[in-house]
């Protein structure tokens, strides 16, 4: 085993590694959003899954998933809270009752309203411009496509 060089070492430095960068970014990020989302009575994965279905209502299980980069173990329960909470229904695919088909209710949709003004807070509390923020949101989903395709 040959001896550590410096520029070793400083590779290994917590401040110069990328994925601690991203990950407490993530931290604070998930962080400014919980005020605004407990004024809705949402965590951040379910405020996710509420988007998804904003976009698109009527929708399989597996499609949010996919949608969500989520397995149906960690998305059936975030499921279950929603509908408790009155958000959205379960039910089995009239085609493939092997599939479960997630439609919003009444109060799910009116959720979205008093979601609006949430991404304008977190564009002001980011600091950063709105063209920034773009750059920055496709460099990382280009950089979440290449891991997941590697």
Not at 24 to 47: I, M, V
Not at 82 to 89: I, K, P, R, S, V
Not at 92 to 106: F, G, N, P, S
Not at 133 to 147: C, I, M
Request: some cysteine.
């Amino acid at each position: 085993m040959k001896p550590s060089t410096a520029k070793e070492i400083n590779l290994l430095a917590l401040d110069k590694q990328f994925c601690f960068a991203l990950y407490s970014a993530s931290l604070a990020l998930t962080k400014t959003y919980k005020p605004l989302l407990d004024k809705l009575g949402l965590t951040y994965p379910q405020y996710l899954v509420m988007l998804v279905l904003w976009e698109q209502d009527n929708v399989l299980v597996k499609d949010i998933g996919g949608a969500l980069f989520l397995d149906s173990g960690t998305l059936t329960p975030l499921l279950k809270r929603l509908e408790t909470a009155g958000y959205l229904l379960r039910n089995r695919d009239a085609q493939d009752e092997r599939q479960v088909r997630v439609t919003l209710t009444m109060a799910g949709k009116r959720l979205k309203q008093a979601a609006q003004d949430i991404p304008p807070q977190i564009m002001c509390a980011s600091g950063l411009s709105r063209e920034t923020l773009l750059q920055l949101r496709a460099q990382l989903s280009a950089l979440r496509d290449e891991l997941h395709a590697g």
